[in-house]
């Protein structure tokens, strides 16, 4: 399945002078494959899109900045719902 991931932090933790934000996230999760990144940096707020089949290799992805960040995760799809 495919999920739209909102990530924000404040800038008080903001992972620019830390090494990025890539700081935020387990790039090496098991389960979970990255489809696109974009982030508004003024903002502090970044969205990934990623697949996967189970709720914790989500959660693993995340892991990472549990500490400085909020997510919300939303199920996504490419096709339209036929009625």
């Not at 387990?26 to 990934?48: C, F, L, M, P």
């Not at 959660?59 to 960040?69: A, E, H, S, T, V």
Request: proline fraction near 6%; hydrophobic fraction near 40%; aromatic fraction near 8%.
């Amino acid at each position: 399945m495919l999920f739209m991931i909102t990530q924000v932090h404040t800038p008080q933790t903001c992972p620019k002078d830390e090494g990025g934000a890539d700081l935020l996230i387990d790039k090496n999760a098991q389960g979970v494959t990255v489809k696109g990144r974009w982030g508004a940096w003024s903002e502090h707020t970044i969205w990934y899109l990623v697949e996967a089949e189970q709720s914790e290799a989500i959660q693993r992805f995340l892991d990472p900045g549990m500490k400085r960040c909020t997510c919300t995760v939303a199920p996504v799809a490419e096709e339209p719902i036929i009625r």
